[in-house]
């Protein structure tokens, strides 16, 4: 059996290439910033809109301390 030394001449991976790995990895990067940090961010600019002790207060509800032990 024989098999093809490892050095053996062959196209070069384009993913191994420096500038596709950045590129990838920028649209890797973008792609979690849109989707995940984005909105995260929206979440919580709009949960301390009226200030961090308005929040802390909104928890002492009875409704949200029910709605928080369920």
Do not use: C, H
Not at 7 to 34: D, G, K, Y
Not at 50 to 64: C, H, I, R, T
């Amino acid at each position: 059996m024989s098999q093809a030394p490892l050095n053996a001449s062959r196209r070069p991976n384009p993913v191994t290439e420096v500038p596709v790995r950045w590129v990838l990895t920028a649209i890797a990067l973008l792609f979690l910033t849109l989707f995940l940090v984005v909105p995260l961010v929206a979440v919580f600019y709009q949960a301390l809109s009226k200030g961090v002790g308005f929040y802390l207060e909104s928890l002492a509800d009875p409704d949200a301390l029910s709605a928080i032990k369920r």
